[in-house]
């Protein structure tokens, strides 16, 4: 979905190294997520937010940090990247108050992480 | 703790034949119902939903899917399929307010000529 920009699409990085992924939506939504995809494992929630002021961790979240800059920027850290934190990362959006479509999420295109 | 399962990990169908794709969910109250469709190198585009009413729900790209809360599924099908169909399907369950999904681990789609 256009509405919903992830950078960078794709980032090769070291053991040990801290890593910065990017959300970023203009579709006006309060509630953003963070999502890692493994092949067979489907989408796991690392960290959710409903509005600026409010953070929480998921179902993966040790080895992550997020910041909720403002209500359209969502960040997702890495403070210290491993090798088994090599995955496809999405961006999700939703809104709490979009009548009939309470838990939708729209998705970003990904960006693939590669620890070496 | 809602939970969703995808039973068929690949499914193979010719072009042209029907597709059914299974997805069964727990979850104690009334859920919440997706299936997103993931094409090779995209993100997750939403094909349909189910939060209340009609339990046959149609989506984009001629899918549908019936909710049956006495079986806990919520199966999608297509009459027939076409080859741009091939891409990774994934069922999600939520509810009302909860803003969390939890999503299925995926059933590949191939579609063979």
């Known amino acids: 979905d256009a509405d919903v920009t992830q950078t960078p699409r794709n980032r090769i990085t070291k053991t040990g190294k801290r890593i910065m992924l990017e959300c970023s939506q203009t579709?006006?939504?309060?509630?953003m997520y963070w999502y890692r995809q493994d092949p067979g494992l489907g989408l796991r929630l690392i960290y959710y937010?409903?509005?600026?002021?409010?953070?929480n961790k998921g179902e993966i979240s040790d080895g992550y940090s997020v910041s909720r800059q403002a209500q359209a920027k969502f960040s997702l850290s890495l403070e210290s990247a491993i090798p088994n934190q090599t995955a496809l990362y999405f961006c999700a959006t939703s809104a709490s108050l979009e009548v009939g479509n309470t838990d939708t999420q729209y998705f970003g295109p990904g960006t693939r992480l590669t620890v070496l | 703790a809602q939970s969703v399962t995808q039973p068929d990990i690949h499914i193979t169908v010719s072009e042209g034949a029907s597709l059914e794709l299974r997805c069964n969910y727990s979850?104690?109250?009334?859920?919440?119902l997706f299936w997103y469709v993931q094409s090779p190198g995209q993100g997750l585009q939403l094909l349909l939903k189910y939060f209340s009413g009609d339990t046959l729900v149609q989506g984009i790209k001629g899918f549908e899917a019936e909710f049956k809360r006495s079986q806990s599924s919520f199966n999608l099908r297509k009459p027939s399929v076409h080859w741009s169909d091939a891409a990774e399907y994934f069922c999600?369950?939520?509810?009302?307010?909860?803003?969390?999904?939890?999503f299925g681990k995926g059933t590949m789609l191939l579609v063979s000529p």
């Open positions: 937010s409903f509005d600026v002021k409010d953070i």
């Open positions: 979850y104690g109250a009334t859920p919440y």
């Open positions: 579709k006006g939504h309060d509630r």
């Open positions: 999600a369950v939520g509810a009302y307010g909860y803003s969390t999904l939890t």
